[in-house]
């Protein structure tokens, strides 16, 4: 009998009491390989040395000290670090405890970034269908996942969601991705008008879509585009990388290969690795210096804020992937891990898709490839395949409603950058297995 109120109430969780490397080991003695990182998080593998090292030399130094009285060394030389490695113009770092905190501190700056530079009548945001931003109500109110919002609505601050960059169902015949990409941000820009573009906030988007609709890349053009209008109606453009940041799509923030600097980029998840709870948000200099020259703070705060060990963590999880080569690692694993999906599912009847960067990527499930109609939503596909994923010693990252938040099923896998080939291979022998026996 458990205490805790689970995810699912009903379902009985294995428990974890070992993990090393790629693999989390059960109390029953059954040996995981962990394809998803959990959700896109364990980035340098499970148990490093290094992290754990660099953890417990902090909680000898200082444990906790609450910012409001103390900065510490560590987050001092973190927010360095990251400042030192992030888009041109970043300044600052603001530290907090996870993706969705951070995202709520990157909604309050933009707001407050306008009523500081005398502008206090924007107040809309405009956000993507099909993104998740996480579980907080703010959070929640700009992310587009249908489904997560529906009983919470009424408490949601409005959003106004524009369509996602979902090449494989947004491109119509004839289209080219570039031509798709201007499509969607001339709907951006038909939105901005209704709204006006003086009383928008920010545009709010994940630069690789991940857990909704599964490691959905953006078109070329597209996010420049997006860009571009933002800045013609000083509209601040706030990049979600959540997930897809801190190496994982083959750049430290996968924005890089798009060519676009977002005003604000939120991390989280690899930034610590799972080792501790972080996330930041990553503050362009004129944003700092408004709030520096105006009311001197900015109005926001949570008691675990910079929290020492976990800034040793990110710290040296930024060591390894910097100096220990880990992030060189995941574009070649990335292609790598591509090639063998193809080899496993390019002609499988059921995989209409095969998407994604680096070692962030997904199939997604059909009924039907010719017509891409997906599985009836009931039977809970992507339920099953996790099922039989675990059954045979695998984690991967399922989820259903990627079309709409009801309709369509995918699988998204993110391991971490310590992998080997080898590992891919059972990777993807594994997951084919469990595809197999769940259809
Ligand atoms: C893109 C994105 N943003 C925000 C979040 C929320 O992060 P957290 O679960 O750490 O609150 C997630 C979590 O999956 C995410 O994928």
């Known amino acids: 009998m458990t205490h805790i109120l689970h995810r699912q109430i009903r379902h009985t969780l294995p428990v974890a009491v070992s993990a090393h490397g790629i693999t989390i080991t059960d109390?029953?003695?059954k040996t995981y390989l962990d394809a998803s990182g959990g959700a896109a998080v364990s980035c340098v593998g499970h148990g490093h040395p290094a992290v754990l090292a660099a953890m417990h030399a902090q909680i000898d130094r200082v444990a906790y000290a609450h910012t409001s009285f103390f900065t510490t060394e560590v987050a001092e030389?973190?927010?360095?670090?990251?400042?030192r490695t992030a888009p041109e113009g970043t300044s600052h770092a603001y530290f907090v405890s996870g993706g969705s905190e951070a995202v709520e501190a990157a909604l309050k700056m933009a707001r407050q970034y306008f009523v500081?530079?005398?502008?206090?009548?924007?107040?809309?945001?405009?956000?993507r269908r099909q993104s998740y931003h996480g579980n907080t109500l703010g959070a929640l109110a700009v992310g587009g996942n249908a489904w997560r919002r529906r009983q919470f609505a009424p408490l949601l601050i409005e959003v106004t969601h524009v369509s996602p960059c979902y090449e494989y169902?947004?491109?119509e015949p004839g289209e080219t991705p570039e031509a798709y990409g201007q499509r969607l941000v001339a709907e951006l820009a038909g939105a901005i008008d209704r709204l006006g573009g003086e009383n928008v906030i920010a545009f709010v988007a994940e630069t690789v879509g991940g857990a909704t609709s599964g490691a959905l890349t953006p078109v070329p053009g597209y996010l420049q585009g997006v860009r571009e209008l933002c800045t013609r109606?000083?509209?601040?453009l706030i990049l979600d990388e959540v997930m897809c940041g801190m190496g994982r799509t083959g750049t430290l923030h996968a924005c890089a290969q798009d060519g676009v600097v977002p005003d604000l980029l939120v991390i989280a998840k690899g930034l610590g690795g799972g080792y501790q709870?972080?996330?930041?948000v990553l503050a362009q200099r004129p944003i700092v210096e408004a709030f520096a020259q105006g009311s001197g703070m900015f109005q926001h705060g949570h008691t675990y804020l910079g929290h020492p060990v976990a800034?040793?963590?990110?710290?040296a999880v930024q060591r390894e992937l910097h100096e220990g080569g880990l992030l060189a690692r995941v574009a070649p694993l990335g292609q790598a891990l591509r090639q063998k999906l193809v080899a496993a599912f390019g002609e499988h009847p059921h995989v209409g898709d095969i998407r994604g960067?680096?070692?962030?990527?997904?199939?997604?499930?059909?009924?039907?490839?010719a017509t891409k109609q997906p599985f009836e939503p009931a039977p809970r596909l992507h339920a099953r395949i996790k099922a039989e994923a675990m059954a045979r010693g695998l984690m991967v990252y399922p989820m259903g409603g990627t079309i709409d938040g009801q309709q369509g099923d995918h699988v998204l896998l993110a391991p971490p950058f310590i992998c080997t080939e080898s590992d891919l291979d059972a990777i993807v022998e594994r997951l084919a297995a469990a595809v197999t026996a769940a259809l």
């Open 27 to 29: 109390a029953a003695g």
């Open 77 to 83: 030389q973190l927010a360095e670090q990251l400042v």
């Open 116 to 127: 500081e530079i005398g502008q206090p009548q924007r107040r809309h945001f405009i956000a």
């Open 169 to 171: 169902r947004g491109l």
């Open 233 to 236: 109606h000083g509209i601040l």
């Open 277 to 280: 709870p972080i996330g930041a």
């Open 311 to 315: 800034c040793a963590a990110a710290l």
């Open 357 to 369: 960067r680096g070692l962030f990527q997904a199939i997604e499930l059909v009924a039907d490839r």
